[in-house]
């Protein structure tokens, strides 16, 4: 079955709901549960990025037109 993506303005891929789970990364039987629905391909994993690396990401994309240094 193929499903096709939602597009939205500047052909940025849409995102119908976020889900966040909190588990034990320890616990075997959670993690392979995790990984099983991973692999049916409906759901993508998203890391979390730190604010640095979200910031640096705006600089590199030109919406920050200024940079303000400490002394």
């Known amino acids: 079955m193929h499903r096709e ?11 119908m709901a976020t889900i966040i ?5 320890r616990n075997v039987q959670a993690k392979k549960a995790l990984d099983f629905i991973l692999s049916l391909g409906l759901f993508q994993k998203k890391e979390k990025k730190s604010s640095f690396e979200r910031a640096m990401k705006d600089i590199e994309k030109g919406k920050v037109h200024r940079l303000i240094t400490p002394e």
């Open 21 to 25: 789970l909190d588990y034990d990364a």
């Open 5 to 15: 993506k939602l597009k939205g303005i500047n052909n940025e891929e849409i995102i």
